[in-house]
């Protein structure tokens, strides 16, 4: 894998580490709202940097969705209960943000979604270590 793209996976990854650190932060202090929309963007940018491994490169968010279904859970490289993780983040998160009605998310409700994505996270970061795309 080139130089230029390893470097590439892993911004991504980084970027899903410091989502993850402020989901943390944000559940600590009580803004579970907040917490759910950006554990969902640390599966999505971790999810970016298992596309772009095998070369994939999509620019809306869900057609990374898609992407991470059909190139790496479909062939039996990720376990599908990750699609459905990455699927339940994102329909959360936009609830939480676009739905007036459902502005206060307890933090109950967050503390799955978040272990979820925490999940998700440590999942595709061992896979990209297994296909040598990230030490």
């Not at 409700?109 to 970061?125: C, G, T, W």
Request: charged fraction near 30%; glycine fraction near 4%; charge should be neutral.
């Amino acid at each position: 894998m080139e130089e230029e793209r390893r470097s590439a996976i892993g911004r991504w990854v980084a970027k899903s580490h410091e989502d993850m650190e402020a989901v943390a932060l944000m559940m600590k202090i009580g803004y579970a709202r907040a917490a759910v929309s950006i554990a969902y963007f640390a599966a999505f940018h971790i999810a970016a940097a298992a596309l772009l491994a095998h070369d994939v490169r999509r620019s809306r968010r869900s057609r990374i969705r898609a992407a991470f279904g059909e190139y790496l859970v479909k062939p039996g490289l990720v376990e599908r209960e990750y699609s459905g993780i990455i699927a339940k983040l994102e329909a959360m998160r936009e609830q939480a943000d676009y739905q007036p009605d459902l502005q206060h998310v307890s933090v109950e409700v967050a503390k799955p979604l978040v272990a979820d994505a925490e999940r998700f996270v440590a999942r595709i970061e061992q896979y990209l270590k297994a296909v040598g795309a990230i030490e």
